[in-house]
C-alpha cells in the first residue's frame, strides 16, 4: 500500500523555522522524483520545491529562495522541507508530492498545516 505521510508542521512565529518530513512507503522511493507543494485558503495548490531522485537537483520557487531548503535520505524513504525565516504568507497546507521517474503515476501525501502568525 502507498503511503506518504508527512510531519512536522504547526504554529510558529514570523521569522521562526520549520522543519517538514514525508517518509514514503509502498514504493521504490530512489525511483522518484520528490516534490513540497502548499495550497493557501482559496488559493490554488502551487509547486514550492522538488528534488531529483538521487538529491543532485533541486529548485525552488521564487518566493521561498534562500529560505527553504529540501533534502532527501534515500536511505530512510523520506524528504524534508527546511524552513527558515518564516512569513505569514507561507501560512498553507502543506503537501509531499512523489512522481516517478519510470512510468507515469504521482502520489500525494495528505498534508500538514503550517501557520505563521504572532
Known amino acids: 500500500q502507498v503511503q506518504l505521510v508527512e510531519s512536522g508542521g504547526g504554529l510558529v512565529q514570523p521569522g521562526g523555522s520549520l522543519r517538514l518530513s514525508c517518509t514514503a512507503s509502498g514504493f521504490t522511493f530512489s525511483r522518484y522524483a520528490m516534490s513540497w507543494y502548499r495550497q493557501a485558503p482559496g488559493k490554488e495548490r502551487g509547486l514550492v520545491a522538488a528534488?531529483?531522485?538521487?538529491?543532485?537537483?533541486?529548485n525552488y520557487v521564487e518566493s521561498v529562495k534562500g529560505r527553504f531548503t529540501i533534502s532527501r535520505d534515500n536511505a530512510k524513504n523520506t524528504v524534508y522541507l527546511q524552513m527558515n525565516s518564516l512569513k505569514p504568507e507561507d501560512t498553507a497546507v502543506y503537501y509531499c508530492?512523489?512522481?516517478?521517474?519510470?512510468?507515469?503515476?504521482?502520489?500525494w501525501g495528505q498534508g500538514t498545516q503550517v501557520t505563521v502568525s504572532s
Open positions: 508530492n512523489a512522481r516517478s521517474t519510470v512510468v507515469p503515476t504521482t502520489h
Open positions: 528534488i531529483s531522485t538521487t538529491g543532485g537537483s533541486t
